[in-house]
């Protein structure tokens, strides 16, 4: 303890010393100040007063100079040696130092000995355990020398990112093979249980239907297609309760629970129960398994009750969503024309709008279309797009149907002309090797045809048919059946009639089976992938909680065909199985502490869309986590946007190995604060898989690591101390491989892993090495701070509260310095606090920030998410770095949390300093006459007079200061681009009032409305996107995608301190900008005798980009690269293309003159 003791009254020497050199020199040194009364000398005595103050206690608190003279210590060239290259960060350097062994410190971690203290445990608070530390009869029974026990060796790397990224694509691509076979089993399973199934019309089965188990009825009865449902809370899935024997059945909304079709369907498909738990038994990282049905039902694994929403709909039909339809069709390119001639006025124009809309929901990433209006003219439904298709993204698809609510009804219907234009894009577009490549479809949405336009079709689809119609027939008039149903049969499509907005589902869906029939024939089971999702609608009915929220997965899908003999050429799609994939577990196999502190993994799709990136927000927090309104995929280029030129999105795109280097602007503390660094890309892809992988490292320090190596049990006994923590979000052990390894945490894994008690376990040998290593040097850390925790004379004021430590394995320590009630911040340091803490994909903020400083120096910050609630705090950090070099590894950073109040009061203290002999000030923050400020690198301030202001950035408060400061280099503006962003935008309209005010119009409300409610159906009023309506209500804020640009302000580091004036209307005023030394901070002296009130503030506010019609038209129309999915199967010479559509019955003179083509068409 002496040595620490020494430690900590040298602080106070230094200290004192270095106050008493800047006092007596800046007496006698004169310094230039400012002309109009602000004296520069004053404001730099004040500057160093205070740094000096607020570096010591930082220093001591945090015992960031202990820790360097540890790792420095171990580092140093051993005696006698003249090579100074073992003390430097050459790359790949090899020096070992051979301390000699000491006695050993009691109290190890063997069995047969007593512990040091408890690890703190996992979800257990720093404060309890710490409150157990000192409650402990091991307090204070530290051994200084105990990092000295045992040979160590330190050597620097320089990384290979190149190596470092195929071995991550190695590890996903394992990870993705096990869940792709285990989707594979249930498809096998599927259909065979399919294959021995006979279909009976009279089937009476009970199952467990998602929605009605374990509901009663008003006897106390279970309900029907219910019963008693064992459900237990599961943590793997939620905290969920489900359960792991069996799994429900959903059936949509829309559909009679017990139609045949399902009933028979849900009891061949019970086989797949077995294989649901013998699946999760070989793979216990699994989740959600399921089966979705082409007839509708939806079964799922674990079994889980599902809730309806407030009006008693799920809205939730398994067969629109992404992972169906990309597994049961080939990529296609669709036109859809819609009829708005005058007969399609009132209902039949809304069924056709919900119609195309339903049609749109079917179409996936990989799809391209336009939407074509006709009636005596030809209207495409976005005119930008004339003459072309675009990519089926959320967006886009969202972007119609916004259009299709201007459509209105008039004049007459020129189908023959629709038609010719919607064969010639296909051809065109197809000619120019851009859409899918694959199969081809219109879809023509009218209430009839008086003729059967088979001119048309001779002329642009026989013989090969290569395009596919499918009529959607509105209304209940059958006149025109037989010209439609033609149409699909002589071109390979499928004929529906829909007469109420309850047939609208089910109608669409079976153009699906069509156009999977080809995959069925060839019985190809392809694999596919989906982008990162967040299903909003299963979220919802699973009741998830607000705390977890959705969270982003992939899903893994295959088709599942029946296999009988005599419905080989129908081909009879049974439905898709699935399986999901959380992100974070692919987030799991990132080596984080290899990565660097601003590096990082990411993976996009074929499309370019992004799997998982730092940077990706899908959700956004407004009390809870909720899904962005119409979040569509991200795209790469939209997060690194630096690389104007797509050329490492392109290059991952088409599945090239290589790297790409550019300079970037990375954003910190939520968007305000801004770090610029030069990153190195390296990627490849990921075999199996439609995704490339990549990571990013940022040069200098981030291109270099360092391994220590300790004995096993020196490292286990000081990983086991109650101040030390592992990263919850990173593995260094799998414990979710096996379910007996599941309760293990982290700490108690590597103990069985490294003692070899559990050697079957699969741990990281690596990085705990590494970690153990960390635990050993970090060590001392224990004993210091407890040290200054007992001594009654440290820190009475009680203004430091915690010190902190994290090390670039995800190794934390933590100390109190007062009780847990009386932390001003209690989130610090914890997992509400995500920012502030190792997560899965970046390090905590404060290690980010102290990285970039100079070495030695402190950087300073408040919290914003303090700063609004009003329980403000001050964090100071700094950076341990293994050798005094620039490339040297950052191994560590180490801070305090300190009262804003004990900041400020040494802030004020150090301001009333002045040279003068006689004590009398020239000039003095307490006077009028000058506003005192202390902001940080960024311009945010710390301290001010105005309590209100801490927080805010320095030009809000003083516009005509910041402006100056900008013109004279002292800070920077850059700009910065967030494609992500969400805008308020008010849905206010006046169209009720414009149609009410007319009294025609009313008369037509009237009509349609007696006519509606005529068809009306309950459920498919609420089968409407009830979250797009809502976010339409008239008169309503609703947030909305968006661009937007902002700035962003740093320091110019060269320049330490300057003067200013400002004319302000004929007012000279004058300021003066001095750097705090050893921290990242700025005194800002400005005299207030001058009103610059009418100077505009400087501030951080984002601005939407507005794109003119002209530019959106072109973003429209751009196509960025994107990599065809490797399967297409566009038609099968075998297709039964009498199954055309059975709504009504051809006539026979009809039937008679089909035949032959149909004959025909076979043939081909």
């Not at 999760?280 to 089966?291: A, G, H, K, N, V």
Request: proline share 4%.
């Amino acid at each position: 303890m002496q040595g620490i003791w020494r430690i900590l009254f040298s602080h106070t020497c230094s200290t004192s010393f270095l106050l008493l050199r800047i006092f007596v020199g800046l007496n006698v040194l004169e310094v230039a100040g400012s002309q109009q009364g602000i004296p520069l000398s004053v404001v730099k005595l004040w500057a160093s007063a205070f740094g000096g103050e607020i570096k010591s206690i930082s220093a001591k608190y945090s015992g960031s100079q202990l820790l360097q003279k540890e790792l420095w210590a171990i580092t140093a060239p051993r005696p006698g040696t003249n090579s100074s290259s073992e003390a430097t960060a050459s790359v790949k350097s090899n020096s070992r130092i051979n301390p000699k062994s000491s006695a050993s410190c009691p109290g190890g971690w063997e069995e047969s000995g007593a512990p040091r203290g408890n690890p703190r445990k996992h979800g257990e608070s720093v404060q309890t355990a710490f409150r157990k530390r000192l409650q402990g009869p091991s307090l204070g029974a530290s051994c200084p020398e105990k990092y000295k026990e045992s040979e160590k060796s330190v050597r620097v790397e320089e990384i290979d990112g190149m190596k470092l990224v195929k071995n991550l694509a190695v590890k996903m691509e394992e990870m993705f093979r096990k869940k792709a076979e285990a989707t594979r089993r249930l498809v096998e399973a599927a259909e065979e249980a399919h294959h021995q199934h006979e279909d009976n019309p009279d089937l009476q089965y009970e199952y467990f239907n998602a929605v009605l188990i374990n509901e009663v009825d008003g006897e106390g009865n279970n309900v029907e297609l219910g019963g008693e449902f064992i459900l237990e809370p599961n943590d793997h899935f939620n905290n969920l309760s489900v359960n792991l024997s069996l799994s429900v059945v959903q059936v949509p909304t829309n559909m009679y629970n017990k139609d045949p079709d399902i009933v028979n369907g849900v009891y061949w498909s019970e086989a797949l129960n077995k294989v649901f738990v013998d699946n999760f038994e070989r793979d216990p990282t699994l989740i959600w398994q399921y089966f979705g049905s082409a007839k509708g039902f939806f079964r799922q694994y674990p079994g889980v009750k599902w809730h309806p929403d407030e009006h008693g709909v799920i809205g939730f039909d398994c067969r629109n969503r992404k992972w169906y339809i990309q597994a049961a069709t080939s990529p296609k390119d669709v036109v859809i024309l819609v009829d708005v001639s005058g007969s399609m006025k009132g209902l039949r124009l809304t069924i056709a709008r919900q119609t195309v809309s339903s049609i749109l929901d079917t179409l996936g990433d990989d799809d391209f279309f336009n939407i074509i209006a006709y009636n005596h003219e030809i209207h495409y439904v976005e005119p930008c797009l004339n003459g072309t298709l675009v990519r089926a993204d959320r967006t886009n698809k969202d972007h119609f149907r916004e259009h299709l609510d201007k459509l209105f009804a008039k004049g007459i219907g020129l189908l023959g002309e629709a038609l010719a234009e919607a064969f010639t894009i296909l051809s065109d577009f197809n000619q120019t090797g851009r859409g899918s490549v694959c199969s081809q479809a219109i879809m023509l949405v009218t209430d009839g045809a008086t003729e059967m336009y088979d001119d048309v079709f001779e002329k642009y689809n026989w013989p090969e048919r290569k395009v596919r119609i499918f009529p959607y027939l509105i209304g209940r008039e059958s006149a025109f059946a037989d010209n439609l149903k033609w149409m699909a049969c002589a071109n390979k499509g499928y004929f529906s009639q829909i007469s109420t907005l309850a047939d609208v589902q089910e109608n669409v869906m079976r153009y699906l089976h069509v156009m999977s029939r080809p995959k069925v024939i060839d019985h190809k089971h392809d694999t596919v992938w989906t982008e990162a999702y967040v299903d909003s609608a299963l979220s919802q009915a699973h009741k998830l909680n607000d705390k977890a929220g959705p969270s982003l997965m992939t899903t893994v899908a295959m088709p599942v065909f029946s296999t009988k003999n005599e419905t080989k050429n129908q081909g009879i799609l049974l439905g898709v199985v699935g399986t999901d994939i959380p992100l974070q577990e692919l987030m799991k196999l990132i080596p984080k502490h290899m990565l660097g502190i601003h590096g990082y993994a990411f993976a996009i799709t074929n499309n370019g869309y992004i799997l998982i990136h730092p940077d990706l927000r899908p959700l956004y927090q407004e009390g809870q986590k909720r899904r962005k309104p119409n979040y569509s995929s991200v795209d790469l280029s939209e997060v690194e946007w630096e690389d104007k030129d797509d050329i490492l999105r392109n290059a991952m795109v088409n599945r090239r190995t290589g790297t790409f280097s550019m300079e970037v602007k990375k954003t910190v503390d939520r968007g305000r604060r801004v770090l610029k660094m030069h990153n190195d890309y390296y990627y490849t892809d990921i075999k199996g898989t439609p995704f490339s992988v990549g990571v990013a490292l940022s040069r200098g320090h981030g291109k270099y690591f360092f391994r220590g190596n300790v004995s096993i049990e020196a490292g286990l006994r000081d990983l086991e101390q109650p101040d030390v923590a592992l990263a919850d979000e990173w593995t260094y052990c799998n414990t979710e491989e096996e379910h007996e390894h599941r309760h293990l945490t982290q700490i108690q894994a590597i103990k069985l892993f490294m003692t070899g008690r559990r050697p079957h376990l699969k741990c990281d040998r690596e990085l705990i090495q590494e970690v153990l290593f960390d635990a050993v040097v970090t060590a001392p850390l224990e004993a210091y701070w407890t040290g200054l925790a007992l001594n009654k004379s440290e820190n009475s004021d009680k203004g430091v509260e915690i010190a902190f430590l994290g090390t670039r394995t995800g190794l934390s320590r933590t100390n109190l310095f007062v009780r847990a009630d009386q932390l001003s911040n209690q989130d610090f340091l914890t997992a509400e606090d995500k920012e502030g803490v190792f997560n899965a994909d970046h390090f905590p903020l404060w290690y980010k920030r102290a990285a970039e400083q100079v070495p030695g120096t402190f950087v300073y910050s408040i919290p914003f998410s303090t700063a609004l609630e009003n329980k403000s705090v001050v964090l100071a950090s700094t950076a341990i770095q293994l050798l005094d070099d620039r490339k040297s590894p950052i191994v560590a950073a180490v801070g305090i949390q300190m009262k804003l109040g004990f900041f400020q009061r040494k802030f004020w203290t150090a301001c009333r300093q002045c040279t003068a002999l006689d004590g009398k000030c020239s000039i003095s923050c307490d006077s009028e006459d000058i506003n005192c400020y202390l902001i940080d690198n960024n311009g945010f301030i710390l301290v001010t007079e105005e309590q209100s202001q801490t927080g805010l950035f320095f030009g809000e408060v003083e516009g005509a200061v910041m402006n100056k400061l900008l013109q004279m280099g002292s800070f920077k503006r850059i700009t910065l681009y967030d494609y992500q962003a969400l805008c308020k935008e008010y849905a206010g309209s006046s169209d009720s009032a414009r149609i009410l005010s007319d009294p025609f119009s009313v008369c037509d409300v009237c009509i349609f409305l007696f006519s509606f409610l005529l068809e009306f159906n309950l459920y498919s009023w609420w089968n409407v996107d009830l979250s797009v309506k809502a976010q339409r209500s008239r008169g309503k804020t609703v947030m909305v995608p968006c661009d937007t640009v902002y700035p962003a302000f740093v320091s110019e580091r060269t320049i330490k301190e300057t003067t200013g004036n400002i004319d302000c209307e004929g007012c000279i005023r004058s300021f003066v900008i001095q750097q705090i030394p050893s921290s990242n901070l700025f005194m800002v002296v400005v005299d207030n005798n001058c009103d610059c009130s009418s100077a505009p503030p400087v501030n951080m506010d984002p601005i939407e980009i507005m794109y003119n019609e002209s530019l959106k038209c072109d973003r429209l129309k751009f196509q960025k690269d994107r990599k065809k999915p490797d399967s297409c199967h566009p038609f099968h010479p075998e297709e039964n293309a009498m199954e055309c559509g059975s709504a009504t019955r051809l006539s026979s003179p009809l039937t008679v003159a089909l035949l032959p083509l149909i004959a025909a068409s076979i043939s081909r």
